[in-house]
């Protein structure tokens, strides 16, 4: 891990006097996206103090576009801190992310009401999980990529994008960040992570040059790619192994589902957060277009004592949009991944979602029929 080089401050004032433009060729070029992005450059080469966050159960994106945005401040010489309203551990695969260690967890720093909130990855605000930070914020600055954010913030940046980590990756250029092997680290997993590997759809021409930028300022994607998925925990391969014993299919073999209820967990010995991209399992399964994994986390119940159970949706086709799915629910996400939250048994809830998949994929048939 490279030391962080730590600059004079007053190089954020110069810095901040001065317009840049996109130095990625290809890179973001639509003129409001442009305009949006200096103005968050702009806004944040100008704030003496920011708290940096991220949506509750944090994936890799979060915690990427996090650091990097955290170490890019710190190196202008900005007084930045991270924060996650959640207490959980970080999950095995992005422990390598050092950095992790530096963040406040469950309570926010004391002195979170006088520092303007970057909130990164957040569809909504109530995806921060701390409803009073919000309330108490001097100001709020919104970055994301989902197509679905409510634009909250005082100052918003959304923008279509492979993940948050790509869209940081512009604001730290424009603020003429230098890109060192520990952002270039931590942005590289957050875009490998969010894109799938780099196959959905929000996937660029873009994407691409900056994972190319990203290598050549010193990630190193054989190791990132090894400790992200070649490092699965024993816990995890039997979740995966009870995933797929319990796997169905419905609508013609086009949606499959897999269930993990509480038991399987206790099986599985698995206590914490291992079931991120389990479900991706399943929509490799030739001929399927919608996977869905219905789980139980273990120690979550409803305010009653009922089980709660969550869904993890992935399309691998466009004919079916599983943010639409989700957002009946109160979900959120993209049209190829999303999820929701049910307080419903496993069957009613594979009820609901055979439903809609079928529905869905009747309707696509009918407009292709006539169509023709
Ligand atoms: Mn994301």
Do not use: W
């Not at 100001?139 to 005082?154: M, S």
């Not at 990203?214 to 090894?226: C, E, K, N, Y």
């Not at 949606?255 to 399992?281: C, M, Y």
Request: proline share 5%.
């Amino acid at each position: 891990m490279a030391a962080i080089i730590c600059r004079p401050s007053n190089r954020r004032e110069k810095l901040a006097k001065r317009v840049k433009p996109p130095a990625v060729p290809g890179a973001v070029s639509n003129q409001t996206i442009d305009q949006a992005l200096g103005a968050v450059a702009d806004a944040l080469l100008h704030e003496k103090k920011v708290l940096l966050t991220v949506h509750v159960n944090p994936d890799g994106d979060a915690f990427g576009c996090l650091i990097a945005m955290h170490r890019g401040l710190s190196q202008l010489g900005g007084d930045s801190a991270m924060y996650l309203s959640g207490a959980d551990p970080v999950p095995p695969e992005y422990r390598f992310l050092k950095a992790l260690g530096e963040v406040y967890r469950g309570s926010a720093p004391e002195d979170a009401a006088d520092r303007t909130l970057v909130c990164l990855d957040c569809g909504n605000p109530e995806r921060i999980g701390n409803e009073d930070l919000v309330k108490g914020a001097p100001r709020i600055i919104n970055v994301d990529h989902h197509g679905d954010n409510t634009r909250f913030g005082d100052i918003n940046l959304v923008v279509p994008a492979s993940s948050t980590s790509e869209i940081v990756y512009f604001i730290l250029r424009r603020m003429d960040v230098e890109i060192t092997p520990e952002i270039a680290e931590a942005l590289y997993a957050g875009i490998l992570v969010d894109s799938g590997r780099f196959q959905y759809s929000d996937v660029t021409p873009t994407t691409f040059r900056v994972a190319a930028d990203l290598v050549q300022s010193g990630a190193d994607h054989t190791a990132i790619f090894r400790q992200v998925y070649e490092n699965m925990p024993l816990a995890k391969a039997r979740l995966l192994c009870l995933m797929l014993s319990t796997m169905t299919f419905r609508c013609d073999g086009r949606l499959a589902v897999g269930i993990l209820d509480k038991e399987a967990f206790s099986q599985a010995g698995a206590t914490g957060r291992l079931t991120e991209g389990l479900v991706d399992n399943l929509r490799a399964i030739e001929g399927v277009q919608v996977a869905a994994l219905v789980y139980a986390r273990p120690g979550e119940t409803s305010e009653d004592g009922k089980p709660v159970f969550r869904v993890s949706l992935r399309s691998s086709s466009d004919e079916i949009n599983v943010q639409r799915i989700a957002k009946r629910k109160n979900g959120g996400g993209h049209r190829q991944a999303s999820g929701f939250t049910a307080e419903e048994s496993p069957d009613e809830i594979v009820a609901f979602l055979e439903e809609q998949v079928c529905g869905d994929l009747a309707r696509e048939r009918d407009r292709l029929e006539h169509s023709a």
